[in-house]
């Protein structure tokens, strides 16, 4: 277990410096390090601190945070299913991140913006979870994913589509497909507090998580209480998943593909589940915000593009084995 | 009394019918030329309205009274304006319908089925593509002689305005979501004639894309030109506030704000050209 922990920051730590000293401007890797942690003359500095620095941040800010999301919901519902991204939270969040730009709640409150994803991702979680109920049956979850997700595209795209600003509606794929083009320290400090509290409420729930995987009535028997749990899985996954789609939109499929590529790393424990899909999730943001880097540098390919591309043949191979064993 | 009455009818209905018939003199010497033109995109509607006759031109395309898009907004106020759409340009009845190489050709193809003439009108990626197309919507309208005109003073105000500076700084354009013009574009000639040399021309972009914010940075131009912010929120105008930029411009470089002037090709994007000259004129190290 310490060797996966171990491996997993090692290859964190490598993708972090990796998207430090990749960009448009072919400097050296070395000259980059040194601007960025010594500073000096010229633009370089300026580029390492305000555009490199903020994005590689992000990236592994974000990626933990649907890592550890993923992992969060799949332990409570008990069903690899359960996916921010898919069942409509990062939806619901990119909704209420648009709803704060574009009514200028965003403008007058700095909070604004992220505080009114958190109230999207925390609408999204609680109408999945009282549709799709505790256990989370397959078929209700991905049909209630299905309608949140469809309902809160619509509205992003109606309210983008109603802006007076000629931008506004060409940017319904950023909300729908994640991007950290040119994002600044600002986004990192906007979105920090909230998942700073999100992952320790996150990270509580590892006993519990590993009691549920018993059943219910063996969880709360063993002490576990229910109620506290979901409120916190609720709170926890709408503050990482709303400061998430804040800043960098929504991005779909990170908290499918590490929780199922990790689990029978770890035993399928969701304890350990959840801080290896935190790295996990790092790395894969990581790499994929790499990817967009150097395959189109020109483009601004969406990060979900990417995501998608890796994560969705792996959903509709998890739903192919689900039909399996319910026949 | 009664007299003068009867004597000012007699002079206004002589008048009126010496008009009328200058009129109809007019229209059989032109008799091809078109009288009912309807313009449905934003640089041909400026083009038209320049060069058309008096109730030629019956309407213009609504981004025409944009005063963020159009050089021309208050005189397209005048206009009954419509929306590019197949049907509200078919029911004007025109006879001619002016629109950009671009328009959309679901429409395009639209109007010439049901028989209507339409006529094409590229980009102008040059100042001197600007005076081809002053002379195409002259020869379209039957309005040579203006057409003619028009050029002859575009031609006069540009040599006065042209500059040969011997040193040229260097200009960026930075629009919303990191959007620049590099060569072979109208907005690269603006800046030539106003004796800068166009950064991401030199970094090797040709035609419009997208120039990363970290080379922006890197390179470090002596004058950033952007666009200024339009109503409402978005993301994509977000990135013009990023404190990198912010940094960039307390340095050295200028900060422009672009007008509709650079969007379209017409005389007016000699306004461009000239405040452009105002500012490397201002500069310190640039002017001469």
């Not at chain 1, 350990?272 to 915000?289: I, K, Y």
């Not at chain 2, 002053?134 to 050029?151: F, K």
Request: with cysteine; charged share 15%; glycine share 10%.
């Amino acid at each position: 277990m310490s060797r996966l922990a171990l491996a997993l920051s090692a290859l964190v730590a490598v993708l972090f410096a990796a998207s430090l000293t990749t960009g448009p401007s072919n400097t050296s890797t070395l000259s980059d390090l040194s601007a960025l942690l010594l500073g000096g003359d010229g633009p370089l500095p300026l580029v390492m601190r305000e555009i490199r620095l903020p994005r590689a941040l992000l990236g592994l800010m974000i990626g933990a945070s649907l890592g550890l999301a993923g992992a969060a919901m799949q332990g409570y519902l008990r069903n690899p299913l359960a996916e921010p991204g898919l069942i409509g939270v990062s939806g619901s969040a990119a909704l209420g991140a648009v709803l704060a730009i574009h009514t200028g709640l965003a403008a007058v409150f700095t909070l604004g913006l992220p505080l009114a994803a958190l109230a999207g991702a925390g609408t999204g979680v609680l109408l999945v979870l009282m549709l799709a109920g505790p256990r989370g049956a397959s078929i209700t979850l991905i049909l209630a994913g299905i309608a949140i997700s469809a309902l809160a595209a619509a509205l992003t795209s109606l309210v983008l589509n109603l802006s007076p600003n000629p931008y506004a509606a060409s940017e319904i794929v950023f909300w729908m497909m994640g991007s950290l083009a040119d994002r600044s320290m600002t986004h990192v400090w906007l979105a920090l507090p909230l998942m700073l509290v999100g992952w320790v409420g996150l990270a509580t729930l590892g006993r519990g998580l590993d009691a549920l995987t018993l059943g219910e009535d063996a969880a709360e028997a063993m002490g576990i209480r229910l109620t506290r749990l979901r409120l916190t899985l609720v709170v926890g996954t709408a503050c990482v998943v709303g400061a998430a789609t804040a800043v960098a939109g929504a991005i779909g499929f990170v908290g499918l593909v590490v929780p199922h590529l990790l689990r029978p790393l770890v035993g399928a424990r969701p304890s350990r589940l959840l801080w290896a899909s935190a790295l996990g999730g790092a790395a894969m943001v990581l790499a994929a915000d790499l990817a967009v880097r150097l395959v189109l540098p020109e483009r601004d390919l969406k990060l979900g593009v990417l995501t998608a591309l890796v994560g969705a043949p792996l959903f509709l191979h998890l739903i192919y084995k689900t039909r399996a064993e319910m026949t | 009394m009664w007299g003068c009455v009867r004597l000012s009818r007699l002079i206004s209905l002589g008048l009126a019918l010496a008009f009328a018939g200058a009129v109809t003199a007019s229209v059989t010497r032109a008799d091809s030329a078109p009288r009912r033109v309807v313009s449905i995109n934003l640089c041909t509607d400026q083009l038209a309205m320049l060069l058309a006759a008096p109730g030629q031109l019956v309407s213009v395309s609504d981004l025409a009274a944009d005063p963020h898009s159009s050089a021309m907004a208050d005189t397209a106020r005048a206009y009954p304006v419509n929306q590019g759409r197949a049907e509200e340009v078919y029911l004007l009845a025109p006879d001619l319908v002016v629109a950009g190489a671009y328009t959309d050709p679901a429409t395009v193809q639209m109007l010439r089925r049901v028989g209507l003439r339409v006529e094409q009108f590229d980009t102008a990626k040059s100042l001197t593509d600007t005076r081809d197309r002053i002379a195409q919507m002259a020869r379209v309208l039957g309005r040579e002689e203006e057409g003619a005109a028009l050029i002859a003073k575009f031609d006069a105000d540009l040599a006065v305005l042209e500059t040969k500076a011997g040193t040229r700084p260097r200009a960026a354009l930075y629009h919303p979501n990191g959007y620049t013009l590099g060569g072979g574009t109208l907005a690269d000639d603006i800046l030539r004639a106003a004796g800068f040399r166009n950064l991401a021309a030199e970094l090797g972009h040709r035609g419009g894309g997208t120039l990363p914010l970290e080379q922006l940075v890197m390179a470090a131009p002596d004058l950033l030109i952007s666009a200024a912010p339009l109503p409402g929120a978005s993301r994509s105008e977000a990135v013009l506030g990023h404190p990198a930029l912010d940094a960039l411009r307390k340095g050295r470089a200028g900060l422009r704000i672009t007008s509709p002037d650079w969007i379209c090709g017409t005389p007016h994007v000699l306004n461009a050209v000239e405040r452009l000259t105002e500012a490397r004129r201002a500069m310190p190290e640039g002017g001469q």
